[in-house]
């Protein structure tokens, strides 16, 4: 074999051995990449069924439902679409109805929202950015407000 050859077949392998890996990665990253998605997307079918994904939105009044053991049942808006949640375990302590709300986990068969986290606002001024502007996209009243006073903090 010719050097040229050589050089040709070694160039070869190392573009092959680089794209391997660079599948690998890709793979192992998309497997723990959580996206946001509103109430809203969920309702367009925009969510994955399968993957772990986070939800946004405003706890709606009135829908906090402590069931047996540890398991608690609620409704997460935006201000046109609903979406259920349940979620084993305890929640933080700033968690109440009517304050914005980020939960971790995967939309089950029956369009429940399974949830393995759920994280709550630190004061009553914040919102989080993922929710604020979810809801300003739905055009839910008094976000506004409270999306640039979390901003200004």
């Known amino acids: 074999m010719k050097a040229r050859h050589k050089r040709f077949v070694f160039l070869l392998a190392g573009m092959v051995g680089l794209g391997l890996a660079s599948w690998l990665v890709f793979r192992a990253l998309d497997s723990n990449l959580s996206y946001f998605f509103s109430p809203t997307d969920i309702a367009q079918h925009k969510a994955p069924k399968d993957h772990v994904f986070r939800l946004g ?12 053991e540890l398991t608690v049942r609620f409704v997460v808006t935006d201000g046109p679409h609903k979406v259920n949640v349940a979620y084993t375990g305890i929640l933080p302590d700033l968690f109440q109805e009517g304050q914005g709300v980020i939960a971790q986990g995967r ?18 001024n914040y919102m989080p950015p993922e929710v604020a502007d979810a809801l300003s996209e739905a055009h839910v009243e008094g976000v506004t407000e409270m999306a640039t006073k979390g901003a200004d903090k």
């Open 107 to 124: 939309l089950g068969a029956d369009n429940v929202f399974v949830a393995d986290e759920v994280l709550a606002k630190h004061d009553e």
């Open 57 to 68: 939105g405003l706890v709606e009044e009135g829908t906090l439902q402590r069931g047996q």
